[in-house]
C-alpha cells in the first residue's frame, strides 16, 4: 500500500525533481531537493512484523538487529540514483509511520559494501529515526572489489558520492512524508562505514550534525582518501566522535586526532570532536571485554551508555561527552542477558584507572585521568 503522502507526489513526478509540466505547490516547496537521476522504484508501507530479509544477504552478527518480526510499520522506499552514465546506486529510504523521533539516521557499509546494511535500517526503525542505506553503487560480496576495475566512476561512488545521493534522497522523503526537515541528522557505522562518516564530515559538512565514526579505514578508498579537512564542518556546529578497539591497532585515529589537535590548535579540535580507545576491544565490538557502548542502536538509550546519545546529547544540548560506560554481558551482542562486567571509556588521552577500592568488574571503581 502507498502512503498517500508519497502517492500525490509520486503520481505527480514532483518527489525528487520537477518536470517542465509540474506547477503544483508541492513540486514548488521541493524544488531545492530536485534529484533528477533518481528513480523510485517502490515506495508502500510495510505493515508491523511483516519484513522479510531479501535472500544471500549477509549474515547477521550477534549484536544485529534481527527483530524484524516485531518491528512496528514503516514507509519504505526503494530507489535507484544514477549520479553518471556508469553509476547504479541502490538506496532505501525507512520511514516511521508513527512514533518518529524526529531525527535521521544514515547508516554506512562494511568492506566494499555491495549489500544494503538492513540489519541497520531495522535497528534505526526500532530506536525511532528514519534511516537509510546504500550498497554504494554495485551488488556482491563485501570482500569483491572486481567491480570497480576500469570503472572509475564507480569507485568515485564508493569513495565518497553514494553516501551523499543517500543523504539528499533520505532528506528529500523526509521533507516528503512529514511535511518538515529533521530535527537533527546523523551518521553512524564501523570500519568502511567510519571511513564513509569522516568522508562526509569533509566533503559534504552540511549532510549531518553529528558523525559516530567506528574504527575508520582512512585509506581504503579508490582515488579519494580521507585528508582531515574538517574546518567546515567544525565551523557549521557538526560534532565527530571516533572510537577504535585497542586490540584493532587504533595507531591510524591516535594520529589522525592528533593531527587534527596539531592542525587546528587543541582547544578548537577539543570543541566538535572526541576520540575514545576501548581496551582489549577488536574490530568494531569484538573481544571478551565491555566492547558495548552505545554502537548499536537500542531503544531508551541513555548519554551515560550510548556513545550515540552522547554525541546527540552534545550536538542538541552542547553538552560534550565524558566518560562513558561499556558494558560486557554474558551473552555476547544481548543487552536482554545479565551484566558481566562494566568499565568507563574515556575521552583520549585520559585512561580509565582503577580506584584501588571495590568491585574491579564495576565501572563506578574506575576514573578517568
Not at 78 to 89: E, F, G, K, M, N
Not at 112 to 129: C, K, Q, V
Not at 134 to 141: F, I, K, L, R
Not at 258 to 287: E, I, K, N, W
Request: hydrophobic share 35%; charged share 20%.
Amino acid at each position: 500500500m502507498l502512503h498517500p503522502r508519497l502517492a500525490i507526489l509520486l503520481s505527480a513526478g514532483v518527489l525528487f525533481g520537477c518536470s517542465p509540466a509540474a506547477k503544483a505547490a508541492p513540486c514548488d516547496n521541493l524544488a531545492g531537493l530536485a534529484h533528477p537521476n533518481t528513480t523510485i522504484t517502490s515506495a508502500q508501507v510495510v505493515a508491523t512484523g511483516t519484513f522479510r530479509l531479501p535472500a544471500g544477504g549477509p549474515r547477521a552478527s550477534a549484536e544485529f538487529f534481527t527483530a524484524f518480526g516485531k518491528l512496528a510499520s514503516f514507509c519504505r522506499v526503494q530507489a535507484t540514483i544514477t549520479p553518471s552514465s556508469d553509476s547504479r546506486l541502490k538506496v532505501e529510504v525507512w520511514l516511521p509511520m508513527s512514533g518518529w523521533n524526529g531525527r535521521y539516521l544514515g547508516v554506512g557499509n562494511g568492506g566494499f559494501a555491495g549489500s544494503l546494511s538492513y540489519f541497520r535500517l531495522g535497528e534505526a526503525i526500532n530506536s525511532g529515526y528514519v534511516g537509510a542505506s546504500t550498497d554504494t553503487g554495485h551488488e556482491g560480496s563485501s570482500r569483491d572489489s572486481r567491480w570497480s576495475v576500469g570503472h572509475p566512476e564507480k569507485q568515485t561512488d564508493f569513495d565518497y558520492r553514494a553516501v551523499h545521493e543517500m543523504t539528499m534522497l533520505a532528506k528529500g522523503a523526509i521533507n516528503a512524508f512529514y511535511g518538515k526537515p529533521p530535527t537533527r541528522s546523523y551518521f553512524s557505522s564501523c570500519s568502511n562505514g567510519g571511513r564513509q562518516g569522516l568522508m562526509e564530515a569533509e566533503r559534504y559538512p552540511t549532510d549531518y550534525d553529528g558523525i559516530m565514526a567506528g574504527a575508520p579505514a582512512y585509506h581504503f578508498g579508490f582515488r579519494t582518501f580521507v585528508s582531515g579537512r574538517l574546518e567546515a564542518f567544525r565551523d557549521r556546529g557538526g560534532k565527530v566522535v571516533i572510537y577504535h578497539g585497542g586490540a584493532d591497532n587504533p595507531d591510524g585515529s591516535v594520529a589522525y586526532f592528533r593531527d587534527t589537535q596539531s592542525r587546528m590548535g587543541r582547544d578548537r579540535a577539543d570543541g566538535f570532536m572526541r576520540l575514545y580507545l576501548v581496551p582489549g576491544m577488536g574490530h568494531c565490538g569484538s573481544g571478551l571485554v565491555p566492547n558495548d557502548f552505545g554502537q548499536w542502536v537500542r531503544p531508551g538509550a541513555d548519554a551515560q551508555h550510548s556513545m550515540l546519545a552522547a554525541l546527540e546529547q552534545w550536538v542538541e544540548k552542547g553538552v560534550a561527552p565524558q566518560s562513558i560506560i561499556a558494558t560486557q554481558f554474558t551473552k555476547e551482542g544481548d543487552a536482554t542477558s545479565a551484566v558481566l562486567r562494566t568499565r568507563p571509556l574515556c575521552p583520549y588521552p585520559q585512561e580509565a584507572r582503577w580506584t584501588g577500592k571495590g568491585n574491579r568488574d564495576d565501572a563506578a571503581n574506575y576514573s578517568c585521568r
